[in-house]
């Protein structure tokens, strides 16, 4: 009898800890064109419900509330591509084989959790993710540079405290 109980507690840690990774895998804004204008919208899934394997369903896009009662047809989009209309993915992947705009190094694996790349716009203002509304993701991929963890916190000190910032004079190249 001890076993059976064993076994039933593997089972349902299993069973929870795939749930759980389907249900973090499928938070988060989507991109999905609007078969109504064919625009970008940025939309949410009820990932509980999806994670439980139930059906897809909206719970937000950037054209409700004026359209929330529209016939919901991109989620066909979702279901054919799940991880591939994710903002997040999308990002992670216009970031896969680029390098910052500043210090020239490759920007490497994203770590979304703690070092969070950044980008510049062609104006030269940084702007982190949060910024960036999801619908209008791919103008800021075709128009926005990538920026480094690091070169985003240091030159966000330089724009925010310029009397504190003294360039080196020296450089490698100097004095040869």
């Not at 910052?100 to 104006?123: F, N, S």
Request: with cysteine; glycine share 6%.
């Amino acid at each position: 009898m001890t076993w059976l109980i064993v076994l039933a507690t593997i089972v349902g840690i299993g069973l929870a800890v795939y749930v759980f990774s389907r249900f973090a895998a499928g938070r988060g804004p989507r991109l999905v064109e609007c078969p109504e204008n064919h625009e970008p919208a940025a939309v949410s899934v009820n990932a509980l419900k999806a994670a439980a394997g139930g059906r897809l369903e909206l719970s937000q896009c950037s054209r409700w509330p004026e359209r929330e009662q529209c016939g919901r047809e991109c989620l066909t989009q979702i279901e054919q591509s799940v991880d591939g209309c994710l903002v997040r993915t999308m990002v992670t992947r216009w970031y896969d084989d680029k390098s910052c705009v500043v210090c020239r190094r490759a920007i490497g694996r994203v770590d979304w959790l703690d070092r969070k790349p950044a980008l510049v716009g062609p104006e030269g203002a940084l702007r982190q993710w949060q910024e960036v509304a999801p619908e209008t993701l791919p103008t800021v991929l075709a128009t926005h540079r990538p920026v480094c963890f690091d070169c985003y916190v240091a030159e966000t000190f330089r724009q925010q405290h310029p009397e504190l910032v003294i360039d080196n004079p020296w450089s490698s190249t100097s004095g040869q």
